[in-house]
């Protein structure tokens, strides 16, 4: 079995990561999208786990077995997206990209009220590429929750682009305290507070549910923090569609969140279960934006038990 994903090491050293990024800055992204081809073969051949898991996932995805140009595919698009962070945190336009958009005015309509707005994505696609709503909408302050000891080395090269993008980072590794109060301070201003919902930290409260026909735990932490907070939720998935092209959709995934204590269990998850549905659907029509290279169906099950105190996912 393969490891939890938290405890797996991360991809490339420091060097590796900060001769991509200066390469993509200094020398363009033609030529360092060149450059990800070999890389694409490097980790197609040193990374066995993630081979075999991206194999796992595809043959389920796609309904037949993965070949290896399909895994060769899934490993690129991984590449490419995380080429482009450099950019979509660098630019302070994205004349570079062709952004397609779907559903604003389902996210305009719920920021219209004036309160903070939980929006929802996953390990699928590029979550850097929803900053083209706040280049549409700049008066709107983007808090995204992360775990900011995943991936170190990736995280600190590429906030140093952009110091305002890294300070508006809400650190999931603080206790639940520190936590919850940075996010009803983010709601009390009014802040999108974007978390990735599809991986639950170790030891954090999951709920299982069906996902591509398979029992697979998903964090219930998003829920909880909507109903203490009294916060829309809005899904938005930024779906690389290969080139310099990225589909942005936002969809609302519920209006109001009110779980009653004595029925929270079920509740948490139905609504784990409403996101596992549509994560599936735009999953389905681009697996290769699938970017969770571990087992993702057979971590121990561990029925939902929600804390007290909501505790965010991690989000890399």
Do not use: C
Not at 88 to 114: K, P, S, Y
Not at 254 to 270: F, N, P, T, W
């Amino acid at each position: 079995m393969s490891a939890h994903w938290h405890q797996r090491r991360e991809a490339g050293g420091r060097f590796a990561i900060w001769l991509i990024r200066a390469a993509g800055l200094h020398a363009g992204r033609a030529f360092a999208r060149a450059w990800l081809y070999p890389i694409t073969l490097y980790f197609f051949f040193r990374r066995t786990r993630e081979r075999r898991d991206s194999r796992e996932f595809l043959d389920t995805a796609l309904g037949r077995p993965a070949h290896a140009w399909d895994i060769l595919r899934h490993i690129h698009s991984y590449a490419a997206t995380i080429l482009d962070r450099i950019y979509l945190l660098h630019d302070t336009t994205l004349d570079r990209f062709d952004v397609r958009v779907h559903g604003l005015e389902q996210i305009e309509n719920e920021i219209a009220h004036g309160r903070g707005v939980l929006l929802l994505g996953a390990h699928f696609g590029s979550f850097e590429a929803l900053r083209a709503l706040s280049l549409r909408r700049p008066e709107v302050k983007l808090r995204v929750v992360m775990d900011l000891k995943q991936t170190r080395a990736l995280n600190e090269l590429l906030h140093a682009l952009n110091p305002e993008v890294a300070n508006n980072v809400i650190d999931a590794g603080v206790d639940p305290g520190a936590l919850a109060l940075s996010l009803h301070e983010a709601a009390q201003q009014g802040a999108l507070i974007g978390l990735l919902a599809d991986r639950a930290r170790a030891g954090e409260a999951t709920a299982t549910v069906d996902f591509f026909g398979r029992a697979a735990q998903f964090p219930v932490a998003a829920y909880q923090i909507a109903s203490m907070l009294d916060l829309p939720i809005v899904l938005g998935f930024g779906i690389y569609q290969g080139g310099n092209r990225y589909d942005l959709h936002f969809e609302t995934l519920a209006a109001s969140v009110k779980i009653a204590r004595s029925e929270r269990s079920g509740e948490l998850q139905e609504w784990a279960q409403r996101f596992a549905a549509r994560l599936e659907h735009y999953t389905r029509q681009s697996p290769y934006n699938w970017f969770n290279f571990y087992d993702f169906w057979h971590r121990p099950a561990q029925r939902a038990q929600p804390r007290s105190e909501p505790v965010a996912a991690a989000a890399d």
